[in-house]
């Protein structure tokens, strides 16, 4: 069965545009994370989550709630930045799955996070040990800008 069709008029005469179909989410473990990556799928149980800003909306600013949350699968840990209502679903014990994740760089480290066009929802319990000994944010990345040397 095709996909549904959806017409748009375009000067007069009438277009039909194909809705484009949905792929299957690749899902990556935290092992495999690079520094500056995006668009990850991953499955994760929470360890630990420790509130750092909590600001209540005011008349110059908006509320603003972020928590450092630990989350690891069986190949490593790493911190993810959980914002607003995502702070509420990163209840340690919890296992979550992020879609379209990136990857944010923080003082030199790899931190774990999903913006307004990602996904953070609570699913099964996982039937996975998480790998605690491997946590990807206390590793220091350093940016080496590499000088092209000319021909001579």
């Known amino acids: 069965m095709a996909p549904p069709k959806a017409t748009r008029q375009q000067g007069g005469a009438e277009a039909s545009v194909q809705k484009p179909e949905l792929r299957q989410p690749v899902f990556v473990k935290i092992g495999s994370l690079k520094p500056e990556t995006s668009g990850h799928t991953v499955i994760v149980d929470v360890i630990s989550s420790k509130t750092v800003v909590n600001r209540l909306p005011g008349v110059r600013y908006q509320s603003l709630k972020i928590a450092e949350c630990l989350v690891g699968d069986e190949t490593g ?76």
């Open 77 to 152: 840990t790493i911190l993810f930045t959980a914002r607003d209502n995502q702070v509420e679903l990163m209840q340690p014990g919890n296992t979550v799955i992020l879609r379209n994740a990136k990857i944010d760089m923080f003082k030199g480290s790899m931190r774990l996070a999903v913006d307004k066009w990602g996904l953070v929802e609570v699913t099964e319990p996982a039937k996975f040990v998480v790998k605690e000994d491997n946590n990807l944010s206390l590793v220091e990345y350093e940016l080496v800008n590499a000088v092209e040397e000319s021909g001579k």
